[in-house]
């Protein structure tokens, strides 16, 4: 993606973006994909966005690094960035106590239209810890 022209980004702010919001858009924070992700999950919002998010997690249980890649809106791709900066270096519990408001916090607002975004960020973390955590699981052998 090319640089914003100050006609985009003012426009961006006019809609309610807050200026942390469109540097985490632009810069793409944390866009991309760890190669041998511990999990990786992709879930698809209600409103279309769909979020695919890439945990690299160590032996005891802290999450080392976290990439996610996106289809939607700016508010969607910073949404994804802060619930990776705040994910890294937590631990799985820890990090199933991020919250929507975590995220708009990090983010300084959003619209109210794109009050959604977060919640997709949130889910999609939530989705993949639960899914790591049950591959861990060894089966129960019963003789």
Known sequence: ????????????????????????????????????????????????????????????????DAKFQYLGCPAAASSGSAITRIAKGKTLEEAKNITEQDILHELGGLPEAKLHCPKLAVTTLQKAITTYENCQRKPLTVK
């Open 1 to 64: 993606m090319s640089k914003l022209t100050k006609e985009q980004f003012e426009l961006l702010k006019d809609v309610g973006y807050s200026v942390k919001v469109i540097e985490l858009y632009m810069n793409k924070v944390n866009v991309g994909v760890i190669e041998n992700a511990d999990v990786s999950l992709a879930y698809r919002g209600p409103c279309g966005d769909t979020m695919k998010l890439y945990l690299k997690i160590s032996n005891d249980t802290v999450i080392e």
